[in-house]
């Protein structure tokens, strides 16, 4: 018994070493050796003179942004042939000024929506229907608006739909038309960003420090002639990230804005400016919101809208290079 236990164990005890072959080949030993010496000269050569790698370069920036949108749209027949005014608190999403915020271009309003029974949609088919029993009353319609009641009922001459519990009027996708917001291609969005390099203690903004409190609602972004203002047109964000406003602000989309920094401490601090660059991401970007309201009976109302729009994500990278002797830091910081 014991036997047989010691020899099932062997190989969890066992203790193994491995074994060298000393090949007397000088080719293999000369390509070996040229090995070591390659890696070497990367090391030397590129990384630590070429790289500057020995110096330990800055490239995990701390940054804050913000945000502001500015512009005003007005849209017709909004709700009995009204006119609706969009500025600032109602065309953005959220409301914080964040790295992260969406501008509407577009919306379906489903108006004065209130809960009772309607004929649901044709659009989800699994509320088309030829007869009650296709309708099984207390079910949810599969990615619909309600509850079917088991009634299956008229919604048009030619078709049928399953009677639902929930908000009615349903919403209905054909009332989208062209861009409703046009006004938006001239909106503007400043994006202020502040970067600091912990490693070196050095800051950055990429606004101008002024004392002027109507520069930045007249400035235009322009590498050349107003680099510290960051302010860009909305068309023109969507003409740099190379799609059209006209085609885009249908359906929405989503664009990436990238800050780039690249400062190199031996230069004037004045050469350490921000390159933004617009990518387009993806197209078609909706989500839905209501506003909800009272009449004197306390029957409770809601508006319904689909909104389309831009999400505009903004990141920040950078990298600061260091000066080659702390006095010229010391400098820079002066400045
Ligand atoms: C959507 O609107 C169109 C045109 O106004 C109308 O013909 C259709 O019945 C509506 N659909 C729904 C589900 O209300
Ligand atoms: C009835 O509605 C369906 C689905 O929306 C539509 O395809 C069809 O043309 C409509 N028929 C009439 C007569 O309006
Ligand atoms: C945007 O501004 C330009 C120039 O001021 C103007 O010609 C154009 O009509 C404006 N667009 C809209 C949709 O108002
Ligand atoms: C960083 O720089 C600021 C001024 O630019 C200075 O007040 C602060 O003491 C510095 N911090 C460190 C840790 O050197």
Known sequence: MDAGCAQAQPALL????????????????????????????????????AKKGYQDTDSDPHFSIITKLKGVSITKNFRNSQEKIWDVADFVKPSQGENVLFLVTNFIATTGQVQRTCAENPVNSDA??????????????????????????????????????????????????????????????????????????????????????????????????SPYCPVFQIQEIITQAGQSFEELSVMGGVVAARIEWKCDLDRPAAECLPQYSFRLQDTKNNFRTATYY????????????KLYGFRFDISVTGEVKPPKNQQTIQETRNE
């Open 14 to 49: 066992d203790y193994k070493t491995e074994k060298y072959l000393l090949t007397k080949n000088r080719k293999v030993g000369v390509i070996y050796r040229f090995l070591h010496l390659a890696i070497l000269c990367y090391i030397i050569g590129w990384v630590f003179l």
């Open 294 to 305: 009272w009449d004197q009976e306390r029957k409770e109302y809601r508006d319904l809208f």
């Open 128 to 225: 088309r229907c030829s007869e009650n029993l296709d309708c099984v009353a207390g079910e949810p319609v599969v990615n619909g608006n309600g509850i079917k009641t088991g009634k299956c009922v008229m919604f048009n001459h030619t078709q049928s739909t399953c009677e639902i519990y929930g908000w009615c009027p349903v919403e209905n996708e054909s009332l989208l038309r062209k861009p409703r917001l046009n006004e938006a291609e001239n909106f503007t969005l400043f994006i202020k960003n502040v970067v600091h390099f912990s490693k070196f203690n050095f800051s950055r903004a990429n606004t101008l420090d002024t004392s002027d409190e109507t520069y930045f609602k007249n400035c235009r972004y322009n590498p050349v002639s």
